[in-house]
Structure formats: C-alpha cells, structure tokens
C-alpha cells in the first residue's frame, strides 16, 4: 500500500521546477495561481519553495547563492542536484508548464488517495460519531473540492474579456426577440423589470403566511420549464420543498392546468367530463423537465450536492427552494438570526457557484399584522438576519382580500343601523374590487429597478396570472 502511495510522487521533476523558479524568478509573479506548496511531496523542496515564496514577496534577490542561508536542514545532495538543473535549463514555457501540471496530477492523486483510505477507515472501524449519511456528504464535497482544484472559472480578467462575456448577454437578450437574458418567469410585467430572473442571483420570494408564495413560485417554476421544453438547448427546472411532498405540488399544478379545483382532485369527485380534461392535461405536461426533491430538514451542503449531480445530469436552468426558514443549519449558532444569515450566505454561494437563479421563499415577521397598511416592507426581513443584504432580489407577494374577508366590520354598541350599513357596504364594495387582485412588490433589485406588479390571483385552483388573466407560455 505504501509502495502505491510513493509512485504518487516524482522528485525529478520538484527539483526541475524549483530550478526554472531559482533560474527564472518572474515565473512566481506569473504562475503563482497555479503553484503552491501543496505540490512538492519531498519535504525538502517544499521547504525550498516556501524560501522562494518569501524571498520573492520581500522583493529580495533570488538565487541559488541568496538562499543558502535559509535552508541550513537541507541536505548537500538536494542542492548539488539543484544547482545542476540550474546550469541545464533552457527556458521553454511550454516545457514548464507540463511540469506544473504533471505536479499537479500527482498531487491530485495524492489527496484522492488520502481522502479515499480516510474515509475507507472511518466507515470500518466506527471510530467516529458521523453516521453514514454524513460520511458520503464529507467525502462527496472533499472530492469535489479536489475536482475544483485549479479554479479556472476565477481566474483574472482583463476588461476585454469581460465587456465579451457582458455582450454576450446582450445577444443572448437579442436572439430571444430582445426580451429578456435571464430564465422566463412566464409573468410579462416581472419578466420586463428583472429582465428574466438572472444567473447567480439569489432571489427572495417573501410574504406571510397564506398569501401564495407556494403557488406563485409554482407557477414560476412550470413556467420556467414549459418555456425551455419549446427550446433548442433543453434546459430544466429543480424544486426543494421542505414543507410540501412533492405529490402536493404535483395536485396543485395539475388543478392548475386542467381548471378542476383541487379540492375535487383530493377527494376524487370527478365527471367524464373532468376526467378526459385531466388526462388530457397530464398528457400535455407530463414529460416537462421539471424536478422535485421533498426531502425535509436539509442543509445548505446536502443542497449544494444534490445540486451538483441534478445539473451534471439534467441541464439545470432554475432552482426553487421553499422556504428558507426551514434549511436546517449546519451547526449550532448562538442565535437563530445568525443561523439564518449563514444559511442565505450559503444560497447566495450556491447561486453564484452553479452560475443559475436561486428564488427561495420566506416567511415574514408578524409586524406585518400589527400594522393597518399590511403592505410588507424590507424592514420586516431584518429580524431574518441578512436576507436583506445578501439577496440579489427581494419580493413580496401582498393579498389585500385576504385580509379583508377575515375583517369584516362589526357593528358597535351605540352605532346606528345606517351607519353600520355604510360601513359594510365599504367593505364589501372593497372586497369584490380587490378580490382576485394579488400584489407583487419588488422591493429590492440590485441591478434595476423596483416597484409593484400586479398579478390576477385565481383562489380556486391556487393559480397567479398576468392582469391579462393569460401567461404568455
């Protein structure tokens, strides 16, 4: 086993780099993201490198003579052999870098090799308080880690790189009709303020307690993958309900889109009539790449690698989350507002690493009710720690009819009958104007601008549409 480890190693070639650095002491300006310490397997030549490092940030002169003085431990042998590579180089850039990378490789196969015995051992002798579940999260998110190693994606860029990757956004927009760069929402009015809902961005869907949330980010999410099934480059869109099964979700469109009340789907009463409505919807939607996971009490990480497989293998366009406040954190904080804010650190992380829209949903505080405009205000999210801060785009769903029919006027103890009347009739004028209205507030967008959209709000089959009563997908 041990004889394995070591054919993991290549001192030849630590000695060789080491020698283009000491020769050529420009190169650790210029390669410095792509060498580290980690790559020398001879603890001499590491030490050697870690001279060099700190030479080089003290801009002092490098060289084979310099740093003598600083390596006293260092055999004889090692730096014979250094000063001899030295004396051989001819500089080739293409010659280095196959260097670096065939350290790397080793070193890769290093770490895999030690990952892969840790966790042999700790899943054999029980010498640990992780369960298994634990166990392959810890060794799915080391190796992806170690997958990551080089970290091309954050590399420097210069501003004509990035003017191209931002122009290429700009064609993208143009090639669909010049609407919108991010993932449709099928709601035309949010779809023109966001521009779509926008790669990395973290979005927050918020409002109190029966307002809609579920439903309207249901309705996104269909409308979401209806549009990328008509695309060329098939795309697909993932739910995390941690408070309704994913055949909930499931009654719920399909009451949607066939118009039969759900309440008739629940109980089973249906007519030929409905029955050829439904079939005829389920054969219309069932093969949309759209994705549940009802998986309860869920981490930030075990997201994170449930997210990695699902978009390796499914093209995924739009992650749902619902709802924040039920993510359980990862450890013990000392409250639960600094729980919270980790967790939307953690999402907003999650949306920029994937590179696609996170819209997660969030309950509200019951300042809201205490109130008479119950309107909500970001204000009411701070006591959620710093969603406020750390979302890309914050919404609020607002039903003015729901409040209104759990108020309904009472008459007082000396108030004549006329004037109660008066006051009822109020009401109930109100009521019946706002009845199927629903308000979504753009409080917040980091990169446009805010304001208020309204939504036609279909109470019977829990369905959010345009004030044109009619989505364009």
């Known amino acids: 086993m041990q004889k394995s480890y070591d054919s993991l190693k290549d001192n030849d070639i630590e000695v060789i780099l ?22 020398f397997a001879n603890p001499e030549n590491s030490k050697i490198y870690k001279v060099l490092e700190d030479f080089h940030q003290s801009q002092k002169n490098i060289s084979i003579d310099t740093i003598k003085n600083y390596i006293p431990n260092i055999q004889s042998q090692t730096l014979k052999e250094l000063s001899l590579q ?54 799915e998110k080391k190796i992806f ?17 990035v003017t191209k990757s931002s122009l290429q956004l700009v064609e993208k927009a143009f090639k669909k009709k010049g609407k919108y760069s991010g993932v449709v929402s099928g709601f035309n009015d949010l779809d ?67 118009r ?23 054969q219309e939607i069932h093969q949309l790449n759209f994705f549940f996971d009802d998986s309860p009490n869920l981490t930030v990480s075990e ?11 499914f093209n995924i366009k739009l ?22 804010s980790e ?11 994937f590179d696609l829209p996170v819209v997660s949903l969030s309950q509200l505080s019951r300042q809201v009710e205490n109130r008479d405009d119950k309107r909500p205000l970001l204000s009411d999210l701070r006591e959620s720690g710093s969603i406020e801060q750390d979302a890309d785009v914050v919404m609020f769903i607002y039903r003015e009819s729901y409040y209104l029919q759990r108020n309904e006027p009472t008459r007082g103890s000396e108030e004549t009958q006329e004037s109660y009347q008066k006051k009822h009739d109020a009401w109930k004028d109100r009521n019946e104007e706002v009845f199927n209205k629903a308000e979504l507030i753009v409080a917040k967008q980091r990169n446009g601008p805010t304001g208020k959209i309204e939504l036609y709000f279909d109470d019977k089959y829990t369905k959010f549409l345009g004030m044109d009563k009619n989505n364009d997908l």
């Not at 009340?261 to 629940?266: A, E, F, I, N, T």
């Open 319 to 340: 992650v749902l989350i619902d709802y924040l406040q039920l993510i359980k954190p990862e450890g013990q904080r000392d409250s639960r507002v600094n729980e919270l």
């Open 145 to 161: 880690d170690l997958s990551n190693f080089k970290k091309e994606n954050y590399e420097f860029k210069d501003f004509a790189t």
């Open 86 to 139: 030295i004396d051989q180089i001819v500089f080739s850039k293409e010659i280095f870098l196959n260097y670096i990378e065939s350290l790397q490789e080793l070193y890769l196969r290093r770490e895999l090799f030690k990952i892969t015995q840790d966790k042999n051992n700790e899943s054999t002798t029980f010498q640990t308080s992780n369960n298994i579940k634990e166990i392959f999260l810890d060794l």
């Open 192 to 258: 023109n303020m966001l521009g779509g809902l926008q790669n990395s961005d973290l979005v927050i869907l918020a409002g109190r307690p029966s307002m809609g949330k579920t439903a309207l980010a249901t309705n996104i999410a269909f409308n979401a993958a209806k549009y990328y099934s008509n695309e060329e480059e098939k795309g697909s869109v993932v739910m995390f309900s941690l408070e309704m099964s994913a055949e909930q979700i499931g009654l719920r469109i399909l009451a949607e889109q066939s």
């Open 303 to 313: 997201l994170r690698s449930k997210l990695r497989r699902y978009k390796k293998n």
């Open 18 to 39: 080491l020698a283009y650095l000491l020769k050529h002491p420009e190169l650790l300006d210029t390669h410095f993201e792509q060498i580290s310490n980690n790559l």
């Open 260 to 282: 039969i009340p759900s309440d008739k789907l629940r109980k089973g009463e249906l007519n030929e009539r409905d029955s050829a409505a439904l079939s005829s919807t389920y």
């Open 343 to 353: 967790i939307t650190r953690s999402l907003k992380q999650l949306a920029k690493e």
